[in-house]
């Protein structure tokens, strides 16, 4: 079976990294695209081999009454995601979300609700974690390679040149580095560490809005105990460049991960007991591969929408 989807958006993400990425998974293609704008959903279809004999559209119910469409790929504005998310699972089209999956509680629980009631697979996008590095150092640390987990400490950031980016505004997000950069962050700490240390019991937070004053985070710096008493700390911000880092350290050694958050899979990793060696890989075309074989496969997909609502739980309490 080939799954056809259609890419909501056409923004970076979507250009850059998605599309190219569903040409790379066997069992999916790129069928059509919704743009508010029909000529930059042509252009993207075209450049991108979009195959519905007319893929491009300004208007998504449109989209979705076409039968040969069989799931959407949403990579809109985050306040967006969830009219679209429920109005594809109405129509019975199974729905991949970019992060963060919502912009409140009650917005993910109604995207879950949908698709539970049309029968059809919600999935959410944390590419890193198929980057190759990431996961073969998921399932070492699961298995004792540093020992009991003690701590673990997660930096991204990025420097903007000012507070032009739809994030920074309240009309279209909720948050700003945090739903860039820090939401993949608080999904990679619960990802590696609770399988070993359970859930999250207690966060805390500390938030900067200092340089430009608008109503978003710029910086953001946020502490987590697990249950099993385990710590994490995270800093994500949009107002300077550092080496990407994600370090975990347990009581028998530790591992550090340096630039390997990102779109490309690539960056270096190494434990107290040397170079931990991976082949890079794209980790777009991991998550889509997941979702798609979600698809196929009757099965749950790796990130559903239980897990995305969890992370704007946490993303919700950061600026409470």
């Known amino acids: 079976m080939t799954v056809n989807f259609a890419l909501l958006g056409t923004g970076r993400i979507a250009e850059d990294q998605l599309a190219p990425a569903i040409a790379e998974v066997e069992g999916a293609e790129l069928w059509s695209v919704l743009s508010r704008d029909e000529a930059r959903a042509l252009s993207l279809a075209r450049r991108h081999g979009a195959r519905a004999p007319s893929p491009a559209f300004t208007d998504l119910e449109s989209l979705l009454a076409d039968s040969a469409l069989h799931g959407v790929i949403i990579a809109t504005p985050d306040k967006m995601h969830a009219d679209q998310a429920v109005a594809a699972a109405r129509a019975g089209k199974h729905v991949f979300t970019e992060k963060p999956m919502a912009a409140s509680v009650a917005e993910a629980e109604r995207m879950i609700e949908a698709a539970d009631r049309g029968a059809v697979k919600l999935g959410v996008a944390y590419h890193m974690r198929w980057h190759a590095g990431h996961r073969r150092l998921a399932r070492a640390v699961r298995e004792g390679l540093i020992g009991e987990i003690r701590h673990a400490r997660i930096q991204w950031s990025f420097h903007a040149a000012d507070a032009s980016n739809w994030r920074a505004a309240t009309e279209f997000g909720r948050w700003w580095g945090l739903a860039g950069v820090g939401t993949h962050c608080i999904d990679q700490l619960r990802w590696i560490l609770r399988p070993r240390c359970g ?74 007991a040397g170079e931990f060696p991976f082949q890079p890989e794209n980790p777009y075309a991991g998550e889509i591969r997941d979702f798609t074989e979600a698809i196929v496969q009757g099965r749950a997909p790796e990130v559903p929408g239980e897990e995305g609502l969890e992370n704007i739980k946490h993303m919700l309490a950061a600026i409470s």
């Open 199 to 272: 859930e999250v019991v207690e966060q805390k937070s500390l938030i900067s809005r200092s340089v430009w004053e608008g109503p978003h985070d710029e910086t953001a710096v946020l502490s987590f105990r697990f249950a099993s008493g385990a710590t994490a700390e995270l800093c994500s911000s949009v107002l300077f460049d550092a080496p990407k880092r994600f370090e975990i350290y347990g009581s028998g050694g530790y591992a550090v991960c340096e630039d390997t958050l990102g779109p490309d899979g690539k960056g270096r990793i190494w434990t107290h």
